[in-house]
């Protein structure tokens, strides 16, 4: 396990973890199980290429705890994934089902390849023989992988086509995130921004604000931020900002987001909008506006810019936007903070419904599915604020130490610590 130990994510994982755990005085048995993976799996995966010749990819695969149920967690295709990463990632996914009250583990998986390099071909002989190598350790009552980096809906459907080749039945419940036609959930592609917007309706409210009179800058237009952008307005809230890898739009009298999209989908990036000024990604960070949702990038509000954000409340649509020294700034300043372990759970929401689904063979609409979503993230902030304001901490701290208390009793009763 030593491997694991080294990076720089798992190191800050394991911080988060101890601060958290003092402050609930969790068990130390609790405390020091938690700090390392139940399993971690490397596998060699070969794969012919175009042009015949064979080339390996390392494979990882890292189930960290199944107390609460089976292993959960996505699996991301990038050129930096190594083990270490991966463990970290699992655990985080532990605490983070933990937190909003679902019954699954964590876990997380990877391989290291750009996927961007392969051709669709290389892609699927990739994705079938990696599925295949972890086939004995995975399935819907052992461990359900999902979409991350890199991974989308298709490499879903590969992973449940070759599981269930090996399985000699369809098992649609192996994995989520898949197409609707082979058992995916209404809801998913939007389900992380919708769950933004929840946690920004709630985090307003404890300022007795409406989301209908508030205005919102959205760092991303990607898969959480685009879909955050269009929910919030939706409700009548004014989008002040968004932006893209090239850069950002700004308009203080709001931008329609409705039009945007379309804008998007002819011209790929937000920039050249008809009625908006250019403005960079740092400048869009430091808008004053009434809630700043980081969507994209882990790291962007740091030491050197944190004095300058002007936002009162900030929802972590993205892993990891705050690093801890602009963390403890800010908490200073009395912002709210509204971890990404809370703010962006609306995906692993919608992805457990879509595996209850799966074996259950009754799927929902989707305005069930938004209802159901909103119930559980409406909750999961009442119970991390009133932990906040009854030990006077910080949001992300709060997060952490109700998904420890979470564990540590499910851990007890299971006769796994004492």
């Known amino acids: 396990m030593h491997a694991i130990q080294h990076g720089a994510l798992y190191q800050n994982t394991i911080e988060t973890l101890e601060t958290a ?54 699996i991301r295709f990038h050129p930096h994934v190594d083990l270490s990463e991966v463990a ?11 937190l909003l009250n679902l019954p699954l583990g964590g876990a997380k998986g990877g391989v290291r390849v750009d996927p961007t390099t392969l051709s669709k071909t290389e892609l699927e002989a990739l994705t079938r023989r990696f599925t295949s190598e972890l086939s004995p350790f995975i399935g819907p009552d052992k461990d359900i992988p999902a979409p991350d980096v890199g991974t ?19 098992q649609t419940g192996v994995v989520t995130g898949k197409p609707i036609e082979i058992g995916g959930s209404r809801g998913r592609d939007s389900a992380t921004g919708l769950g933004v917007v929840y946690i920004m309706e709630k985090a307003l409210q404890t300022q007795k604000k409406d989301i209908s009179d508030a205005t919102i800058a959205i760092q991303g237009f990607g898969k959480v931020g685009m879909h955050a952008a269009i929910e919030a307005y939706a409700l009548g ?17 709001g931008i329609n ?16 909008f008809q009625n908006t000024e250019t403005i960079t990604n740092d400048e869009l960070l430091e808008l004053k506006c009434d809630v700043l949702s980081p969507c994209a990038l882990d790291g962007v509000i740091t030491k050197d810019n944190c004095s300058k954000i002007q936002a009162p409340i900030i929802v972590e649509g993205a892993n990891g936007p705050t690093t801890m020294a602009a963390d403890a700034y800010l908490r200073d300043k009395n912002y709210i903070v509204v971890p990404d372990i809370l703010a962006n759970g609306g995906g692993v929401v919608v992805s457990y419904f879509e595996w209850v689904q799966d074996i259950v063979w009754l799927f929902w609409s989707e305005t069930e599915v938004r209802r159901k979503l909103q119930e559980i993230m409406y909750r999961s902030f009442d119970t991390v604020w009133e932990f906040a304001k009854e030990h006077d901490k910080d949001m992300r701290t709060s997060a952490m130490a109700v998904s420890l208390q979470r564990l540590e009793t499910a851990m007890k009763l299971r006769g796994q610590a004492w």
């Open 21 to 74: 755990g003092s402050l609930v005085n969790l068990n130390p048995n609790v405390l020091e199980m938690l700090k390392y993976p139940r399993r971690a799996l490397m596998v060699s995966i070969p794969v012919r290429m175009d042009n015949d010749r064979v080339q390996v990819f390392d494979g990882f695969r890292v189930q960290h705890n199944q107390t609460l149920g089976p292993f959960k967690g996505g």
């Open 88 to 98: 970290a990632l699992s655990a985080l996914m532990t605490f983070k089902n933990s």
């Open 152 to 170: 989308d809906s298709q490499t879903m459907a590969w992973m449940l086509d070759t599981f269930s080749m090996e399985s000699g039945f369809s």
């Open 237 to 253: 809230a004014k989008i002040v900002a968004v932006s893209d890898v090239k850069g950002g739009i700004f308009s203080e009298n």
């Open 257 to 272: 987001i409705a039009e945007l999209v379309n804008h998007v989908k002819e011209n790929r990036f937000v920039d050249g």
